[in-house]
């Protein structure tokens, strides 16, 4: 597990926790393939996350986009970093959720 979480601290030079959505969309449109392995690592991470606050709210509520990772969440995010510039200040973690809400239509879930 260490060596998954590694290649991110490492990137963002820090703790990956605190990067913002201006710090992820350099990492997801990087050269560097690490780079854009990091993003969607980082990306599938906080999705695993908020799926799980939001089946821990609501057990029986169907869980948006449940089975949507790598790439498909990943073209998802960008494209909402992408279409909102205004708000990239704001930490990656929040954008994350609100691209994929944004994405798939997912209404009543938790929002960051």
């Known amino acids: 597990m260490l060596s998954i979480i590694q290649p991110v601290a490492v990137i963002v030079g820090g703790l990956p ?18 780079d854009r392995n990091a993003c969607m690592i980082y990306i ?28 498909r ?4 995010v960008v494209n909402y970093l992408k279409g909102h510039p205004e708000n990239r200040n704001d930490p ?11 994405a798939w239509h997912c209404e009543g879930d938790a929002q960051p």
Not at 21 to 28: D, Q
Not at 92 to 102: N, P, Q, R, S, Y
Request: a negative charge; charged letters at 25%.
């Open 17 to 34: 926790a605190f990067i913002n959505g201006n710090t992820l969309l350099a990492m997801c449109e990087g050269n560097a393939e690490s």
């Open 44 to 71: 599938d991470g906080v999705a695993d996350e908020w799926r799980f606050v939001n089946f821990l709210s609501d057990p029986d509520k169907p869980i948006c986009a449940a089975d949507v990772t790598g790439t």
């Open 73 to 76: 969440l990943r073209d998802a």
């Open 92 to 102: 990656a973690a929040a954008l994350i959720t609100k691209g994929i809400m944004e």
